[in-house]
């Protein structure tokens, strides 16, 4: 059986049009397994539209603290050596301002303070149809454990392709260049980068290939919205030559992207025939071939 191979759609920020293209690439690949590691802003499942939902679980982002009331004695000790000023005057907790350090816990001499696991969030395992898996996630309101949870689900991911002999797993990663775009990005063959032909869509693409280029990644770049301005276009051509990055395509700008996310679907699904479609399509093939090299 040929390698499971992964590849990873990034950008230097939101709004480039990263998901659509992730969505239209969910459309054109037959076999393969989706994932959504957008976990702070996860909207891939509004184009994919799962079926239903084939395994889940409770992510848990480290421990947090809880006061026991019953045993506090009201001592203060907790509150002076908390650095984060996450306990109140009546001792209790704040869930979102307690970092998880575990001071209250060990300096409490009253043996109060609860010291547990805590849910940070959920991932889901899902049907699309035809025998398709589309892996994707929630963080909770206040959570910053984003790079774990990407890892758990990458993880459930590989295991499901591995479970199903699919060959490819496509990932919509998070913007920009931080912890979670880390976690999306190790360990995959191939970043696909989106960007834009502005002064500054060349410097988030700079930023992201540089993150590329520290974990030795293959890089291939995607203009959107190619003919807003051509001399910008030019200038992320020459960028990619001169570094030997691979230029998989550009697609135009098309009032139809946007009418086919409202509609929740993929821009090659809702209007085949326009040219960002075409665009789309080439963009495929080009990446089948290379594929077949990594
Ligand atoms: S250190 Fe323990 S006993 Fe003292 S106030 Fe805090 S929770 Fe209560
Ligand atoms: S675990 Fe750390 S951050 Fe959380 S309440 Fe205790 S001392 Fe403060």
């Not at 709004?15 to 989706?34: E, H, W």
């Not at 239903?52 to 045993?71: M, N, Q, T, W, Y």
Request: net charge negative; charged share 20%; with cysteine.
């Amino acid at each position: 059986m040929e390698t499971l191979k992964e590849i990873v759609v990034i950008s230097g920020k939101g709004g480039t049009g990263k998901t659509s293209l992730v969505a239209a690439l969910a459309s054109l690949f037959i076999d393969k397994v989706m994932v959504d590691c957008d976990v702070d802003a996860a909207n891939l499942h509004m184009i994919l539209s799962p079926e239903r939902i084939i395994r889940e679980s409770a992510f848990s982002g480290g421990k947090k603290a809880a006061i026991d009331l019953a045993r506090c004695t009201g001592c203060g000790v907790c509150r002076d050596v908390c650095r984060f000023g996450a306990i109140s005057s009546d001792f209790i907790v704040d869930q979102l301002s307690c970092e998880g350090c575990g001071a209250c816990y060990l300096f409490c001499p009253a043996h109060a303070v609860n010291f547990s696991p805590h849910t940070a969030g959920h991932w889901y395992v899902s049907d699309t149809g035809n025998h398709a898996r589309f892996v994707f996630a929630e963080l909770l309101p206040g959570e910053d454990n984003s790079g774990k949870l990407v890892a758990a689900v990458r993880n459930e991911a590989r295991v499901e392709a591995e479970s199903m002999g699919k060959r490819l797993i496509i990932i919509d990663g998070p913007p920009g260049i931080g912890c979670p775009v880390i976690s999306s990005v190790t360990g995959t063959n191939l970043a696909i980068v989106v960007t834009e032909p502005t002064p500054t869509g060349v410097h988030d693409l700079e930023r992201v290939i540089a993150l590329a280029n520290h974990f030795r990644l293959r890089a291939a770049v995607v203009v959107n919205k190619c003919d807003i301005n051509p001399s910008w276009l030019a200038a992320i051509k020459e960028y990619c030559d001169a570094g030997n990055h691979t230029f998989l395509g550009e697609i135009p700008y098309e009032t139809a992207i946007t009418e086919a996310q409202r509609a929740g679907k993929a821009i090659v699904d809702y209007n085949p025939g326009c040219d960002a479609s075409n665009a789309i399509r080439a963009i495929h093939t080009k990446l089948q071939s290379i594929l077949e090299e990594i």
